[in-house]
Every structure is written in structure tokens, then in C-alpha cells.
């Protein structure tokens, strides 16, 4: 199995920052796709950014210029650095990532998506 677990999450003021974590776990080859998604209430999860194991990145026009995506593929992990936040960006943030759980999985381009329980971002003076 493999699993992704979130970190970092909490109360910060407008205009200041927090650093999201997440680790992947478990029976893992491989991570292709490392990336953070987010959901207010009554709205659908959007995307945030993603991270390519290549290090292709993509960010939603809200956070470009705020946020900053990173990973460290030796620990398997991803991060967001979240700077000059905004009450909008309230939010649970989800991390996901595209894994391959052996080397036969690899080679036939079979991954596993895996998505973590979230950590709550809330925005607010």
C-alpha cells in the first residue's frame, strides 16, 4: 500500500506565509505527478500546482507569483511554500501523487493515484 500524509496546515493572516509537507509511504518503484489540490466549502477541488518527477511545474493563475512548489524525490516528498496568503485561499489542501508501485507497473505505465486526508488552511485576521 502506499500512502500520502500532509503536514503544515493551521491559522495564519493575511499576507503571511505557510509551508505545506507531504511523504509518500509504502510500496513505492517510482513517483511520476506530486502536486497539491484544494477545496473550500461549496466549491470543487481545484488544482494548486504540480510537480513533474522531470520538474515540470504548473500553478493555478490564483497562486502564481505566491506559491512555490518543490519536491525532494530522495524522500519522496512534495512542497508548498504559500506566501502573501489571501483570505480567499482558505482552504483544505490535498496532496496527490501518481506512484508506481513496482518496476513491472513502470515499464507498462500503470500507476496508482493516491490522495492524502488533507490539511486545513485557514486565512483570517
Known sequence: QVQ???SGGGLVQPGGS???SCAASGSIFSI???GWYRQSPGKERELVALITSGGIITYADSVKGRFTI???NAKNTVYL???S???EDTAVYYCHADTYPGLTDYHQGRY???WGQGTLVTVSS
Open 4 to 6: 500520502v500524509v500532509e
Open 18 to 20: 505557510l509551508r505545506l
Open 32 to 34: 511520476d505527478t506530486m
Open 70 to 72: 518543490s519536491r525532494d
Open 81 to 83: 511554500q504559500m506566501n
Open 85 to 87: 496568503l489571501k483570505p
Open 112 to 114: 496508482l493515484e493516491v
